[in-house]
């Protein structure tokens, strides 16, 4: 079951959005060389605490922390540590949520640690960020579920990759279903299966954590011992983007946006939802 929202609920989770946005400005500041990935992590539970907000990742299915750091070839629930420091010429991808008065947010970036980041990276980065935003213009009242990984899909086939060959669109996860809790129906792949069908019909109120994961090879990925870390099968890096969004009777909202998504979507000829909390 889709869970639908009322316009009071999608503006509290307005309010979660917002704080991940925070969250990722100062994380995003803080992600230097020789910084720890636990760094980054005691600095998103401060911004937390500055916002009254809890974290959304912390104790979910037991992970031990409070953001997700994937550095390099690690896709996805990298767990902060002491022992990961970050160098010159990585890239991070960080994860991160919030709750306020049970209404929950959920976003990603990729992060840049340094300078002298290879070509192939960067635009890794912006293919995975543009695909992303993609997938968000395609939240339009009519369209259905598959439109979106449509979307996303299309716009990651188009781009050509250094070198040859085609980015790999992570199989194994996607996006999903966010409102009273993290993680809710649907999940949403990243690229088109036929055996899915249409999925369900896009309608006001419905609400989608958006987050492709393109590595510079394989779609194929393994999870460590740790029962948490997802690298990539062949060690290529990846990034990892994400916001929620919400479809409401104006348009799409970008939970996490700080700006709602306004100048993105203008991009696309499509004006974004007003933020009920301006």
């Known amino acids: 079951m889709v869970q639908i929202k009322t316009p009071e609920q999608i503006a509290k989770m307005r309010e979660a959005g917002l704080v991940v946005a925070a969250i990722h400005a100062a994380t995003r500041e803080a992600a230097v060389p020789g910084a720890t990935t636990r760094d980054l992590d005691q ?5 937390l605490a500055e916002h009254n907000a809890k974290p959304n990742f912390l104790g979910y299915g037991g992970f031990p922390a409070t953001i997700c750091t994937s550095v390099n070839e690690v896709v996805v629930h990298g767990i902060p540590s002491d022992e990961v420091v970050l160098k010159d010429g990585d890239i991070i991808s960080i994860d991160c949520g919030a709750i306020i008065d049970g209404w929950h947010g959920d976003a990603a970036y990729t992060a840049f640690v340094g300078s002298g980041h290879a070509p192939e990276l960067v635009e890794l980065s912006r293919v995975t960020e543009e695909s992303m935003w993609a997938g968000i213009a ?23 990759k250094a070198g040859g060959g085609r980015y790999g669109i992570i199989e194994d996860y996607g996006g999903h279903g966010i409102g009273t809790e993290m ?8 690229y088109v299966d036929r055996r899915r069908g249409k999925g369900p019909k896009l309608v006001p109120g419905f609400c989608l954590a958006i987050e492709p994961m393109v590595s ?6 393994e999870v460590l011992q740790d029962d948490w870390t997802v690298i990539t099968t062949d060690g290529t890096w990846s990034s990892h983007w994400e916001h ?11 939970l996490t946006a700080p700006d709602g998504g306004k100048a993105k979507l203008a991009e696309y000829g499509i004006t974004a939802a007003p933020d009920p909390l301006a």
Request: aromatic share 2%.
């Open 43 to 47: 600095v998103a539970r401060k911004v």
């Open 138 to 160: 395609a939240m339009k009242q009519g369209n259905r579920l598959v439109d979106v990984s449509r979307a996303i899909e299309t716009y990651i086939r188009r781009q050509p």
């Open 183 to 190: 993680h809710m129906d649907p999940h949403l792949l990243n």
């Open 216 to 221: 510079l090879g394989t779609p194929k990925t």
């Open 244 to 254: 929620s969004v919400a479809l409401t009777e104006q348009g799409p909202l970008v």
